[in-house]
């Protein structure tokens, strides 16, 4: 099957950090374009960071210097850490490819079925 699977949410307080995984299976993400997404209730889908195929890396500007996106090609992995976590960064989380290469993702993609992460005030 092809899969994305995130493991890594939970709840943390105002400050904290945590790590977010995105494992993929059924293809190799590596060599693709892709990123972390969120979604909080009520709200539209945004991103988060995002990987384009020449390597470069973006990020929202509300996590940029708090979050780093990162890849591990041996494990097929997509990782997101978070620190100086904050309540606005409570959403689900989730990771997708980008076959167009424009960091927004769309259904064609494949994407995770997310992860939430709480922050508490």
């Known amino acids: 099957q092809v899969q994305l699977v995130e493991s890594g949410g939970g709840l943390v307080q105002t400050g904290g950090s945590l790590r977010l995984s995105c494992t993929a299976s059924?293809?190799?993400?590596?060599?693709?374009?892709g990123g972390w997404f969120r979604q909080a209730p009520g709200k539209e889908r945004e991103g988060v960071s995002c990987f384009r195929n020449d390597g470069s890396r973006y990020y929202r500007d509300s996590v940029r210097g708090r979050f780093t996106i990162s890849r591990d090609n041996a494990n097929n992995a997509v990782y997101l850490q978070m620190n100086s976590l904050k309540p606005e960064d409570t959403a689900a989380y989730y990771c997708a490819t980008d076959l167009h290469d424009n960091c927004v993702p769309d259904d064609g993609d494949y994407w995770g079925r997310g992860t939430q992460v709480i922050v508490s005030s």
């Open positions: 059924g293809f190799t993400f590596d060599y693709l374009a």
